[in-house]
Structure formats: structure tokens, C-alpha cells
Nanobody
Framework: QVQLVESGGGLVQAGGSLRLSCAAS????????MAWYRQAPGKQRERVAL???????VYADFVKGRFTISTNNAANTVYLEMPNLKPEDTAVYYC????????????WGKGTLVTISS
């Protein structure tokens, strides 16, 4: 069973910064990629950024050049650096992992709330 533990959400003013972390745990864990999604009130969940185990990254257009996704592969941990936050970044942010071992599957964290005040 794969477990994901997220941290780092909170309330900040516009222009502020947050760093989200997500640690994945499980036996014989082999990861294809890790990603961050977000879901704002009344909106569908959308992917923010994704990073493959080899380091290739993919960003949504609305955060490209602003947010940075990174990993500590040895610790199966993914980070999302979010500087210059805007009120429209307010959402619940979810960590997601696609595993290859011990089985192929997608796993989700419970989410961490990010609130940006204007």
C-alpha cells in the first residue's frame, strides 16, 4: 500500500511564498512520476506540475515560470515551490504518484489547503 503525506499549505498574503512537500512511502516503491494537482472551490481538479523520475518536468501554462517542482528521489519526496502567490492560486493542492512497483497504479494524497489573501 502506498501512502502519501503532504505538508506546507497555509494562509499567506498575495505576493507571498509557500513550499509544499509530499512524502511517499511503501514497500519496494518504484515511481514513474510525481505530480501536484489543485482544486479550487467550484472548479475541477487540474494538474499544476509533474516530474518524471528522470527529472523531466511538465508545467501547466498558468504556473509556468512561477512555480517549481522538484524531488528528492532517495526520499520519494516531491516539492512545489510557489513564490509570488496570487489569490487565484487558492485551492486544495493534492500530491499524486504513479508507481511502477510493487504495482502500476496512481495514488493520491489527502490534500493541503492553500489560501491566498488579497
Amino acid at each position: 500500500q502506498v501512502q502519501l503525506v503532504e505538508s506546507g499549505g497555509g494562509l499567506v498574503q498575495a505576493g507571498g511564498s509557500l513550499r509544499l512537500s509530499c512524502a511517499a512511502s511503501g514497500s519496494d516503491l518504484g515511481i514513474n512520476y510525481m505530480a501536484w494537482y489543485r482544486q479550487a472551490p467550484g472548479k475541477q481538479r487540474e494538474r499544476v506540475a509533474l516530474i518524471f523520475s528522470g527529472g523531466i518536468t511538465v508545467y501547466a501554462d498558468f504556473v509556468k515560470g512561477r512555480f517549481t517542482i522538484s524531488t528528492n528521489n532517495a526520499a520519494n519526496t516531491v516539492y512545489l515551490e510557489m513564490p509570488n502567490l496570487k489569490p487565484e492560486d487558492t485551492a486544495v493542492y493534492y500530491c499524486m504518484v504513479q508507481t511502477m512497483t510493487p504495482n502500476v497504479g496512481d495514488y493520491w494524497g489527502k490534500g493541503t489547503l492553500v489560501t491566498i489573501s488579497s
